[in-house]
RNA sequence: CGGAGUGUAGCUCAGACUGGUAGAGCACUGCUUUCGGGAGGCAGGGGUCGUGGGUUCAAAUCCCGCCACUCCGACCA
């Protein structure tokens, strides 16, 4: 069969996944080494998820502010974890002038910083240091702020969406006085997180605390959701952290306590990425291209009028933009119905599977016919296929415009269920051995190590110490990951560690992950 | 930062061993035939062959230096 991405997931998944980004234009990479250019019909998709994202976060009591680019390198030698986690990776401005030098622009030796700043890889240390000048009394408590904003993180190996040098992101940034308000924040806010994924991004996820070793630097608990993707590999779709008092204490945050006594701030930071999308590309993309859920989708309806050279061509045409028209005045998840009519002077056929790749949910075509028929011929991106060929679907133009929030909605759960259905098939429960699970990722015969592997789901005993970096050392080799404990766990397994023998504390997520 | 590889048209690459007028496919432009299912023909535009030096009558090709990128590792949203 001719699919529209070549080579197939099945084939090559990684190459695959560069050839949609590629075909559903989404994204290039720039001339920057490891920053990417987000074409207009991957922006268009994270700035949907930016509104409806923004919009949760307003609904729980947020407010959007705006730091600076540029920290200050000084800030984070405050606290020793948080500085150990990233120096590796920071982005440094050490002068603020060019000059030219033998014939070449250099920066200018007199032009040197006093203090070298350092391009943001998160806002923890500049925020807490106007959480500072910002809380004076508990009744100024809590903070609850949220920027949208780049960050830069010096990645040794990129790839488009899932890890780049500079991504955008949203990082909320809250200061309360207790530890369980602080807590409960956090918990908030992973909802919120969760929310968007099942119901935006039709990605589930699953979503639990991240193992000691796991957590973000200088964070005393990290929770995280995970998405699986085609290849069975987990994906940190994003993470919420309780910061505890460790930022507050390294910044000295305190407030002023009803007693009147002083007191340190609890503080929580949460944070999703551009990743979203190579998430969503890899949940729901297929062998024809992207996929788009309707609710993130920059256009719902695609109109492709069919020109022929001539004279019904422009009854074609008025006939296509009137059906917009009256798309346009529907509905569909409270806002109206998102419509283009592709007037681009090709073939309407090239236009149909460029906008399969760039995975529109759905696509009409209009010719000469349908305007005498009064019937719409279309696909829906989600069952575009009937055994080898496209499955054209046919509807009388009122019906196709009545029912036109039902069907976006109808697309919008399938992808869902499509993959909450890969989710749940494919977490494994019953390994209880260390040889199950070595055997379990191994596979069969031979090392086939692009085959399919879904996550195991195993009693583990919290590993300390000398133990736990063994431990570690042993999942490295497996080339497998720690994803988290997942909520919900009702009292301990009553089974030991397949580690360690011990009794378990816990079931945890082991995985391949990106 | 280790290991490997590649730099020639927008993209994928041939040409290099054996030095002698810069090539193909796709994409792009124009014309044309097709026209409801990823079309065909004809004609075009487009490259200081990564960069600096050397050898030579002559260098994409041989020699030396440099730079960049990609892939595989370690690190990570």
């Known amino acids: 069969m001719k699919t529209a991405i070549s080579p197939t997931r099945a084939e090559n998944f990684p190459e695959w996944y560069q050839q949609v980004v590629a075909e559903a234009d989404l994204a290039v990479n720039s001339p920057v080494r490891g920053c990417m250019i987000i074409r207009p019909n991957g922006y268009g998709i994270w700035e949907r998820i930016q509104k409806l994202l923004n919009d949760r976060i307003m609904e729980t009591g947020h407010e959007n502010l705006y730091f600076p680019l540029f920290i200050p390198l000084s800030f984070f030698s405050k606290e020793a974890e948080h500085v150990e986690g990233f120096a590796k990776e920071m982005a440094v401005v050490t002068h603020h002038r060019l000059k030219m030098i033998d014939g070449e622009l250099k920066p200018d030796p007199d032009a040197k910083l006093a203090e070298p700043l350092v391009v943001r890889p998160t806002s923890e240390t500049i925020i807490g240091h ?4 910002s809380v004076k009394s508990w ?3 809590p903070l609850l702020w949220n920027q949208w904003a780049n960050v830069v993180r010096w990645e040794m190996r990129t790839r488009l969406f899932l890890r780049t040098a500079e991504f955008l992101w949203q990082e909320g940034h809250t200061a309360h006085a207790t530890a369980e308000e602080a807590r409960a924040e956090t918990m908030k806010m992973l909802g919120v997180y969760v929310d968007l994924c099942d119901n935006v991004l039709a990605m589930p996820t699953i979503s639990g605390e991240k193992p000691a070793h796991e957590r973000f630097p200088g964070a005393e608990s990290t929770f995280s959701f995970e998405a699986m993707m085609q290849d069975g590999k987990a994906l940190q779709a994003g993470t919420a952290h309780y910061l505890g008092t460790h930022f507050s204490k390294a910044q000295d945050i305190k407030y002023q306590n009803k007693e009147g006594g002083l007191d ?10 551009t990743r979203l999308i190579g998430g969503m590309i890899m949940t729901h993309g297929d ?25 019904e061509d422009e009854a074609v045409l008025a006939y296509c933009e009137s059906l917009a028209a009256e798309l346009r005045g529907q509905a569909y998840a409270g ?5 283009f009519v592709d007037r681009k ?33 279309f696909y829906r991106r989600d069952k575009l ?31 869902f269920a499509d993959a909450k259905k890969r989710l749940d098939a494919n977490i494994v429960k019953d390994v209880d051995s260390f040889d199950a699970l070595k055997a379990y990722f191994a596979g069969k015969a031979g090392e086939n190590e692009d085959s399919f592997r879904g996550w195991l789901l195993v009693p583990w005993k919290r590993p300390e110490g000398e133990a736990g970096e063994t431990l570690l050392e042993t999942l490295k080799q497996l080339k497998l990951t720690t994803r988290n404990v997942p909520f919900g ?10 580690f360690t023998g011990e009794p378990a504390d816990e079931m945890v997520l082991i995985a391949r992950s990106y």
Request: aromatic content about 4%; charged content about 25%; hydrophobic content about 35%.
């Open 385 to 415: 296929r009937e055994g080898e060929k496209l499955a054209m679907n046919s509807l009388p133009c009122a019906q196709f415009i009545a029912g036109m929030s039902g069907l976006l909605a109808e697309v919008q759960a399938q992808l």
């Open 345 to 377: 002077d090709e073939r309407a056929v090239d236009k149909r599977w460029a906008w399969i790749k760039k995975g529109a949910p759905i696509i009409c075509e209009i010719g000469g016919r349908d305007v005498a028929s009064g019937n719409i011929s």
């Open 130 to 133: 106007h959480f500072r000048e």
């Open 489 to 498: 766990q009702e009292g301990k397994p009553g089974k030991p560690c397949i």
């Open 287 to 311: 062998d024809d291209g992207m996929r788009i859920p309707p609710r993130v989708a920059p256009r719902h309806v695609v109109i492709l009028p069919i020109q022929r050279g001539a004279p």
């Open 335 to 339: 806002e109206p119905v998102r419509v």
């Open 139 to 141: 009744r100024d408590l």
């Open 264 to 273: 340190y701030c609890h503080t929580t930071s949460w944070g999703v990425t």
